[in-house]
C-alpha cells in the first residue's frame, strides 16, 4: 500500500513537471517521491530544463498545499489515487520505462516514462479490467464506416468479455466506448485533462455513463485543462495499459497514429483496419500498414480477438464465401459438368468424349452430379439442373 506521504508526493511530482519526465521518474526510483520533492523544490533538479520548470509552477503555488488540495477533492469527486505500489496499479505501464521512439526529437516523443500515479472514478480495480483490455482508437471526424466499424468492435469486444479502451473523443473514440455500453460491458476512458471535467463537453453524458460501468483515467489532477501536448502524453498510457491496439481510421497527422506509433514501439500487438483509398481518412491508417512489418490488418472482432487472445484458441476462421454444392466435386466431375450443354440433353458417350474422361468414370460422376441435383437423367441423356457459373 501506498503511504500518504508518498502519495502527496507523487501527486505533487506530477503537479510540478507533466507526466511522463523521465528524469523526475528517475529520481523517484532512486531516492523515493519524497525525498524527490525536496530534492527540487530545493532547486536541486538534474537538468536545467526541469529547472525552469519547477521554478515556473512555483509560482503558481505551494506544491505541498496544491497536492493536499487534490487529495481531499479526490474524495468528494469519488475519485481515488492509484499509485505502483498499490495492488490494482497495472503492471504493463512499467514497460514505458523502455520505451523509445525512433527519431524522437519533440519532448513529448522522448518524455515516456510510466506515470507516477492515476487518478480513476469508477467501481472496478484498475489492473483488473485492463488485463483483457483493447484499445480502439481514431480520428474525431469519423465517417459513417469508421463510426460503423468502431462500434461493432467494441460492442462485440466487451460481449466477449474484453474490456474497451479509449481516450473519449468525439468519432471513432465515442463509438468504440459506446458500442461497449451498449453490450453491457466495460470500457475505460483515459482522459488528457482531470477525471471531473472530461472532454470533449458535449461527450459529457458518455463520461458519467463511463463512470458508473467503467472508469474514467487521468495522470493529471482534477481541474487540469485539456492541453494540445496532453493528449499524445496520455496516449502512451492507452498503447501501454492494454494488450493490443487497434486503429480504425486516421488522417496523416493524427494523434490516434501516435498512439499506434507507441504501441509499435512497445512491441504490443498493433492492428490497423483498412479504409476506402479515396478517403483522406484512410492515409494514416494504410500508411502505418506500408511503414510497419509488425503491424496486422484486421477487418473484424475474429481477427482482433486472433491477435490479443490465447495462442490457438482464439483464431480467426479463414475467410471463405458461402459454401455451394459443387465444393466437393473433383477435376473429372467438374469437368464433366462444365462440359454439358447449357440446354438440352447429352449421352453419357458424348460427354465422356467432351470431357476427356473414361466412359465408366463418366457414368459414375454423373451419378454423384445426380445425386447432388446438379444434373438430371433424361430418357435421351443428361441435362443440366443448374447453370455453372462462368
Not at 94 to 123: F, N
Not at 171 to 197: S, Y
Not at 226 to 252: D, K
Amino acid at each position: 500500500m501506498t503511504s500518504i506521504e508518498d502519495l502527496h508526493a507523487r501527486v505533487a511530482l506530477t503537479w510540478l513537471a507533466e507526466p511522463g519526465t523521465r528524469s523526475v521518474y528517475r529520481l523517484v526510483g532512486r531516492l523515493g517521491a519524497a525525498a524527490t520533492l525536496e530534492l527540487l523544490l530545493d532547486g536541486g533538479a538534474p537538468d536545467d530544463a526541469l529547472r525552469a520548470t519547477v521554478a515556473a509552477r512555483l509560482d503558481a503555488g505551494d506544491p505541498r498545499t496544491v497536492a493536499a488540495g487534490a487529495v481531499a477533492l479526490a474524495d468528494r469527486l469519488g475519485a481515488r489515487i492509484v499509485c505502483p505500489a498499490d495492488d490494482e496499479w497495472p503492471a504493463p505501464l512499467g514497460d514505458l520505462e523502455r520505451l523509445e521512439l525512433p527519431g524522437a526529437s519533440r519532448k513529448i516523443d522522448r518524455e515516456t516514462a510510466p506515470p507516477l500515479c492515476l487518478w480513476v472514478r469508477g467501481g472496478w480495480p484498475l489492473a483488473e479490467v485492463l488485463d483483457r483490455s483493447v484499445a480502439v482508437v481514431g480520428a474525431r471526424a469519423a465517417t459513417g464506416y469508421g463510426v460503423h466499424v468502431a462500434t461493432e468492435l467494441g460492442y462485440g469486444l466487451a460481449d466477449r468479455e474484453w474490456t474497451v479502451v479509449s481516450g473519449g473523443a468525439f468519432g471513432i473514440d465515442a463509438a468504440a466506448h459506446r458500442g461497449a455500453l451498449n453490450a453491457g460491458g466495460v470500457t475505460v476512458a483515459v482522459l488528457a485533462c482531470g477525471v471531473d471535467r472530461p472532454y470533449p463537453m458535449g461527450n459529457s453524458a458518455l463520461f458519467d455513463r463511463i463512470a458508473e460501468t467503467g472508469l474514467l483515467v487521468s495522470e493529471w489532477l482534477p481541474g487540469a485543462e485539456p492541453l494540445r501536448p496532453r493528449f499524445l502524453i496520455r496516449n502512451r498510457v492507452i498503447a501501454a495499459g492494454t494488450r493490443g491496439s487497434v486503429l480504425v481510421e486516421a488522417a496523416a497527422r493524427s494523434g490516434a497514429a501516435q498512439t499506434m506509433h507507441r504501441a509499435i514501439a512497445l512491441r504490443r500487438p498493433s492492428m490497423v483496419v483498412p479504409g476506402p483509398v479515396t478517403s483522406a481518412l484512410s492515409v494514416g491508417a494504410h500508411e502505418l500498414l506500408r511503414e510497419y512489418d509488425r503491424t496486422r490488418l484486421v477487418t473484424g472482432l475474429a481477427h482482433v480477438l486472433e491477435e490479443v487472445g490465447r495462442i490457438g484458441v482464439d483464431l480467426a476462421p479463414p475467410a471463405r464465401g458461402a459454401a455451394r454444392p459443387t465444393d466437393v466435386l473433383d477435376d473429372e466431375a467438374t469437368m464433366l459438368r462444365e462440359s454439358m450443354p447449357r440446354r438440352g440433353t447429352v449421352s453419357a458417350d458424348v460427354l465422356a468424349a467432351r470431357a476427356g474422361v473414361p466412359v465408366r468414370t463418366a457414368l459414375r460422376k454423373l451419378a454423384l452430379l445426380e445425386e447432388l441435383g446438379l444434373v438430371a437423367r433424361r430418357d435421351d441423356g443428361y441435362a443440366l439442373t443448374r447453370l455453372p457459373s462462368r
